[in-house]
């Protein structure tokens, strides 16, 4: 017997699936994630990339797609999958020439950078492991995606927007000493 | 307003323009504000990267289909070649034994799959050719090239027509599959889309968690709008087609003209098959 099977994915037009993302449904960016995959990984497999930088510079693309969105600065004008696609260009060019820098200029590049600030990246990546898994949501869901203090309460279930905000302003206060700490350790603060 | 709170509205883009310029000009002429600024922007930066890469991960753990792995025409071309080969090595071998079967065997799989790249074929006539001057008993390979290259020129012809053929062209894949089901003999699940029509209304207050046929077009009655749905259509001796929503699985009876209300499946070997399929 021959078995086929038809997959839909059903009703989810554009204007749908942008208000989801505006919204913070990550659900929605997982479904524009499946279903632009082949199209967008191949711009980069067609242009000298492995797969795995293929699927790299996409996500990253779909990260800028996300927060931009969630801004509430991104009007579209065209279909999300040819903004998407202008990103993935972007990406992958930008990452094409830092690769043809490297090899062109070997290690001057990275002589002339400032040495501190990898180190003071893992200090404050080391703090936020530290710290706890609501603190960091709150945290992150505030400075990066940019939501209000509504929305922050309305998507990890607290109470009001008061508890929201006093949850916000403790867990940084908590992260900016861990912080400090740390830096004070490494002579980082001067 | 707070130093804190200023800084972190300046850093989050949460200032007017006018609150922003003045802001600027205070950093710069307050040293102390300006570093406090300079460590508040690393944090928050972290912070960034820290939500970034969560998105990142989430993304990574979404199936994404056979994109990463061959598709059916390289799997099929593989197959080929592998028989060729495997063919070739025994007539290495064997030189004087009947080459009759396998050879029969090998121009039917070359005619049934006329797709295969051009550079597979020149790759496998190469590895014969070699074999060739390797060859004692040349009489059996020249008949063997012989089967082979009435089919040599139709695949030549099908490449110029079609210069793309790409791992990624969706008609490739329709091909493959009027192929497969040509040949009925593959019982391998092939995507398409369907012509099925779907309408949700999740106005009506009496049918909060139902679904209708009316002739190709389906209605689901619910908010089902606030949640990703799909809908598998397994078309097999008997057609079915199950809906899947919030990680359940519902049949879909088409032969129900009136509103129905959504049954969930329990039976645990059909939902192991559904999502199989699902995955696929």
Redesign the interface.
């Known amino acids: 017997m021959a078995l086929r099977v038809f997959k839909l994915n059903l009703q989810m037009d554009e204007k749908e699936i942008f208000d989801r993302i505006q919204k913070g449904d990550e659900k929605a960016l997982e479904f524009i994630y499946k279903k632009y995959y082949r199209m967008m990984t191949k711009l980069v497999i067609t242009n000298s990339g492995t797969e795995e930088e293929a699927r790299d510079v996409y996500q990253d693309a779909l990260v800028v797609f996300w927060q931009k969105a969630r801004s509430g600065n991104l009007v579209m004008t065209a279909k999300i999958s040819t903004y998407i696609y202008s990103i993935c260009q972007n990406l992958w060019r930008k990452e094409l020439d830092r690769k043809k820098r490297l090899s062109h200029e070997e290690k001057d590049v990275a002589q002339t950078m400032d040495m501190d600030s990898p180190e003071r990246e893992k200090i404050i990546a080391r703090c936020l492991d530290q710290l706890g898994e609501t603190c960091r949501k709150v945290l992150m869901y505030y400075y990066f995606d940019e939501m209000s203090m509504q929305e922050i309460a309305d998507k990890l279930g607290f109470a009001n927007t008061d508890t929201a905000k006093t949850k916000k302003y403790k867990c940084k206060q908590k992260l900016d000493e861990m912080v400090k700490a740390q830096y004070s350790e490494h002579d980082f603060l001067d | 307003m707070s130093n804190v709170e200023l800084i972190?509205d300046y850093?989050?883009?949460?200032l007017s323009q006018q609150d922003r310029d003045a802001f600027e000009a205070q950093m710069k002429s307050d040293p102390a504000l300006k570093g406090d600024v300079e460590?508040?922007a690393?944090?928050?930066?972290?912070?960034?990267?820290?939500?970034?890469s969560?998105?990142?991960a989430?993304?990574?753990k979404?199936?994404?289909?056979g994109?990463?792995s061959m598709s059916p025409l390289q799997i099929a071309a593989g197959v080929v070649g592998t028989a060729i080969l495997v063919s070739s090595i025994y007539f290495y071998f064997k030189p004087d034994t009947n080459p009759e079967i396998p050879e029969a065997t090998i121009t039917q799989e070359n005619s049934s799959k006329q797709n295969e790249p051009a550079e597979k074929i020149a790759a496998i006539e190469e590895e014969k050719k070699e074999i060739t001057t390797n060859e004692d008993n040349v009489e059996e390979t020249t008949s063997e090239q012989k089967s082979v290259a009435p089919v040599e020129p139709k695949t030549a012809a099908k490449n110029v027509t079609k210069p793309a053929l790409?791992v990624?062209d969706p008609s490739v894949e329709l091909t493959e599959?009027t192929a497969?089901?040509g040949s009925?003999e593959?019982?391998k699940?092939?995507?398409?889309?369907?012509k099925?029509e779907?309408e949700?209304d999740s106005s009506n207050k009496k049918y909060a968690f139902h679904y209708q046929f009316v002739g190709n077009k389906m209605i689901l009655f619910g908010s089902?709008?606030k949640?990703?749905?799909?809908?598998?259509?397994?078309?097999?001796?008997i057609n079915s087609r199950f809906l899947f929503y919030k990680e359940n699985y519902y049949l879909l009876d088409d032969s129900k003209s009136e509103i129905t209300p959504l049954q969930i499946i329990q039976d645990k070997t059909l939902i192991q098959k559904l999502k199989e399929?699902?995955k696929?």
């Open positions: 972190d850093l989050t883009n949460r460590l508040q690393q944090i928050v930066d972290g912070l960034k990267k820290a939500r970034a969560e998105l990142k989430m993304l990574n979404v199936p994404v289909g994109t990463t790409d990624v599959s497969t089901r009925g593959s019982s699940p092939v995507r398409a889309s369907s099925m779907v949700v089902f709008d949640s990703l749905y799909e809908i598998l259509e397994i078309n097999g001796n399929y699902r696929k």
